[in-house]
T-cell receptor
Framework: AQKVTQAQTEISVVEKEDVTLDCVYETRDTTYYLFWYKQPPSGELVFLIR??????QNEISGRYSWNFQKSTSSFNFTITASQVVDSAVYFC???????????FGTGTRLTVIP | KAGVTQTPRYLIKTRGQQVTLSCSPI?????VSWYQQTPGQGLQFLFEYFSETQRNKGNFPGRFSGRQFSNSRSEMNVSTLELGDSALYLC????????????????FGEGSRLTVL
């Protein structure tokens, strides 16, 4: 069975603080993809990153970075020097290769206070 | 390049009615998938279409159906509406042969928010 857990329902930080959003996943497959999506108030989901199960390299994109650790089944997302525009709901998602059903976590609502 | 367009953005229906939602994918994208988002159940996969064929279906009752046209536009229909069908319905398009067969990068529309009274 596949499952994605985002234990943090809501997080509030003051602008310029760093914040880490946690994602823990479960899957029996050895080949899978993990994703992060951002959902701003307008509603559409915005793709942030995809990582396959064979690539454990951490990735940095500007103020965003991702830490993928298969040993703990985690794919955490860190925003450095947060900005008000980062306020949104962030979803972690998982798909097994060959499957065609994307499993989403319940999301973490991030509020960045100016 | 225009994004994914969903219509209508908002609608209100009463129990027992049926509703049809429309999704126009990004030009050139042939794969369209639908998701239901509710506060209680979160984001759940409904179904996926490619080249007018339903390729995958999530765990939803038969009241939920969809189709895709030759121009890749897709519609989903919910019959005999129930209060629990109130949700944001999101459509996503992908350039690959399936929603998740290549990069898995889905481009989402802003959704259709359905309220059932």
């Amino acid at each position: 069975a596949q499952k994605v857990t985002q234990a943090q329902t809501e997080i509030s930080v003051v602008e310029k603080e760093d914040v880490t959003l946690d994602c823990v996943y479960e899957t029996r497959d050895t080949t899978y993809y993990l994703f992060w999506y951002k959902q701003p108030p307008s509603g559409e989901l915005v793709f942030l990153i995809r990582r396959n199960s064979f690539d454990e390299q951490n990735e940095i994109s500007g103020r965003y970075s991702w830490n993928f650790q298969k040993s703990t089944s985690s794919f955490n997302f860190t925003i450095t020097a947060s900005q008000v525009v980062d306020s949104a709901v962030y979803f972690c998602a998982l798909i097994q290769t060959g499957a065609n059903n994307l499993f989403f976590g319940t999301g973490t609502r991030l509020t960045v206070i100016p | 390049k225009a994004g994914v367009t969903q219509t209508p953005r908002y609608l209100i229906k009463t129990r027992g009615q049926q509703v049809t939602l429309s999704c126009s994918p990004i030009s050139g994208h042939r794969s369209v998938s639908w998701y239901q988002q509710t506060p209680g159940q979160g984001l759940q996969f409904l179904f996926e279409y490619f080249s007018e064929t339903q390729r995958n279906k999530g765990n939803f009752p038969g009241r939920f159906s969809g189709r895709q046209f030759s121009n890749s536009r897709s519609e989903m229909n919910v019959s005999t509406l129930e209060l629990g069908d109130s949700a944001l319905y999101l459509c996503a398009s992908s350039s690959g042969a399936g929603a998740f067969s290549n990069t898995g990068e889905l481009f989402f529309g802003e959704g259709s928010r359905l309220t059932v009274l």
